[in-house]
Nanobody
Framework: HVQLVESGGGLVQAGGSLRLSCQAS????????MYWYRQTAGKQRELVAA???????NYAESVKGRFTISRDNAKSTVYLQMNSLEPDDTAVYYC?????????WGRGTLVTVSS
């Protein structure tokens, strides 16, 4: 039974920081890429950051230089460090992976950035 559980969201002022965590279970974590997406009301889910098995990382242009994705394979956890937050970063953030040709999502964690 695969589960992805996000945590770390909350309310922060513009310019502040948050660190999101996503703990995975039921999965060979070290063998999979992990992704962070975000979604706001009325918009499509947007890929924010990705981290591959070997540690290669990719970011959306809108978060480059501000967000950092990392992983701890021993804890089966992926992180998203978010600095210099802006009101446009307000969204529900979701953890995602693909395992044995099935796509898995967490329930999301809400990040609200006030101006």
């Amino acid at each position: 039974h695969v589960q992805l559980v996000e945590s770390g969201g909350g309310l922060v002022q513009a310019g502040g920081s948050l660190r999101l965590s996503c703990q995975a279970s039921g999965i060979s974590f070290s063998m999979i890429a992990m992704y962070w997406y975000r979604q706001t009301a009325g918009k499509q889910r947007e890929l924010v950051a990705a981290i591959r098995i070997g540690g290669d990382k990719n970011y959306a242009e809108s978060v480059k230089g501000r967000f950092t994705i990392s992983r701890d394979n021993a804890k089966s956890t992926v992180y998203l460090q978010m600095n210099s937050l802006e009101p446009d970063d307000t969204a529900v953030y979701y953890c995602n992976t693909n395992w044995l040709n099935k796509n898995y999502w967490g329930r999301g964690t809400l990040v609200t950035v006030s101006s």
